[in-house]
């Protein structure tokens, strides 16, 4: 026999967004989840560091089919008042590189500050809870679910769906938010796997290991981090920001030595030292089995002396115009977005309340709003949990 209670909110999803939106939307919410253990993403973010937060944040740096749609949200939770709460609670962090903050010590101490604001606000987590239906019966949302494998009903005034992208399905993600906002008229926007490395059939197996700095640009769009070399393809900060921007069958472009004109360089080396062997050269500026890889794609070999301005301009291409044609990507299993989502058209950008059915919020990674990697992800689920914490919070009072 399932017991029934009322209960003000319910949050499903205790990640990054379902724990923020909880402390924000008060006393009495729920926040419930499959997993056994809350914020698992939070947990492996940032190697084990949690990348929280972006110096830099900004609507610039998100994707969307509507980009005006984040402005609201990211405005009025900065990234100032995530580095407050971090500073709250003592913990110690640092900046690693282009605005990106990371924990001193651990990811455990950003879930053990959620938790902690959320016991604060009299807010409870509900683990290992699966929710087999949800209707709405013209005044409040009727949940079914199981609790630690026993069945209980529910009634709710605001269903607040913050269960996540596919992105990891080994740690709990589904593509639960996505039937639930079809289930009530929203439109989904394509989703795709992003920040994931891209793969290139195995051809860079013989580079693999290789890190260096890079510009990689594709659509239109560049970013210049480090590039990795691995067995299956192309990986590092540069590749997977730009497979955010990357479509099947669409070329990127390489470019190994950012900030320099080899081709300058090395004629100046072939006026000094033109004895010297040009994979050799070449290897002052790239490790060395990239430079023999490079020399032997543009089809040279000899001394520095042998090459003319033209075959110098060859080898430059093959480092700085170097166009690759990226096989897929390592898709769901390793990207750490999804792409897409609800569809921004059916939330009102101030409360992520759905349109076309009061009561009803959209937040983090499940809406068409997707961050730069850096700690801008993050950023989008503190602040659209902290908007419709705040709206649900507003209308109860
Ligand atoms: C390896 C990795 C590293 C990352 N590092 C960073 C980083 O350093 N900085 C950064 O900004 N971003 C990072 N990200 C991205 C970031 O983790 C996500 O964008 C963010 O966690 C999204 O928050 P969310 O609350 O929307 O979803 P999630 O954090 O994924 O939380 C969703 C929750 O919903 C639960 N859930 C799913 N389906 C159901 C269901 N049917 N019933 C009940 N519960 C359900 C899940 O168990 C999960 O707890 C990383 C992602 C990955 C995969």
């Not at 008042?81 to 962090?93: E, G, N, P, R, T």
């Not at 640009?217 to 299956?232: D, I, K």
């Amino acid at each position: 026999m399932s017991r029934s209670l009322h209960i003000p909110t319910v949050v499903i999803g205790a990640g990054a967004a379902g724990l923020m939106c909880g402390v924000h939307a008060g006393q009495g919410t729920v926040i419930l989840d499959h997993a056994k253990t809350p914020g698992e993403k939070i947990r492996i973010s940032g190697g084990g560091r949690c990348n929280f937060i972006n110096l830099h944040s900004g609507p610039h740096a998100f994707l969307s089919q509507n980009p005006h749609f984040a402005k609201s949200a990211l405005s009025r939770y900065s990234q100032w008042d995530f580095i407050d709460l971090v500073d709250q609670h003592k913990i110690a962090w640092h900046e690693k590189t282009l605005g990106q903050l990371f924990c001193d010590e651990s990811s455990q101490q950003i879930i053990d500050m959620l938790l902690d604001e959320a016991a604060r606000a009299e807010a409870s987590v509900w683990l290992n809870t699966h929710v087999k239906d949800i209707s709405h019966d013209g005044s409040c949302f009727q949940l079914e679910l199981a609790r630690g494998g026993k069945p209980l009903s529910l009634s709710t005034d605001a269903l607040v769906i913050a269960s996540g992208g596919k992105s990891i399905p080994k740690i709990g993600a589904t593509d639960f938010g996505y039937r639930i906002a079809r289930q009530f008229g929203h439109k989904i926007v394509e989703t795709r796997p992003a920040l994931v490395p891209l793969t290139f059939g195995g051809s860079f197996a013989e580079l693999s290991g290789l890190s260096v700095p890079a510009r990689i640009s594709c659509n239109g769009t560049a970013f210049e981090e480090g590039l990795l070399f691995t067995h299956r393809g192309l990986s590092g900060p540069s590749i997977l920001q730009v497979s955010s921007y990357w479509r099947d069958g669409d070329p990127i472009t390489v470019h190994l030595m950012p900030g320099m004109d080899l081709v300058e360089a090395l004629q100046s080396e072939r006026s000094r030292s033109g004895r010297k062997d040009l994979a050799t050269a070449l290897g002052a500026y790239v490790p060395k089995r990239l430079a023999a890889d490079r020399t032997t794609a543009a089809g040279l070999t000899g001394n520095l002396a042998d090459q003319s301005d033209a075959k110098l301009r060859i080898l430059g291409d093959a480092l700085t115009n170097w166009h690759l044609t990226p096989t897929g990507s390592e898709g769901y299993r390793k990207a750490e977005v999804t792409l897409g989502g609800v569809d921004t058209d059916g939330l009102q950008a101030k409360t992520m309340e759905s349109r076309s059915q009061s009561g009803l919020y959209f937040i983090g990674e499940v809406v068409d709003v997707t961050g730069w990697l850096g700690g801008y992800n993050f950023h989008w689920a503190w602040a659209s949990g902290v908007a419709a914490g705040q709206a649900i919070r507003a209308k109860k009072s």
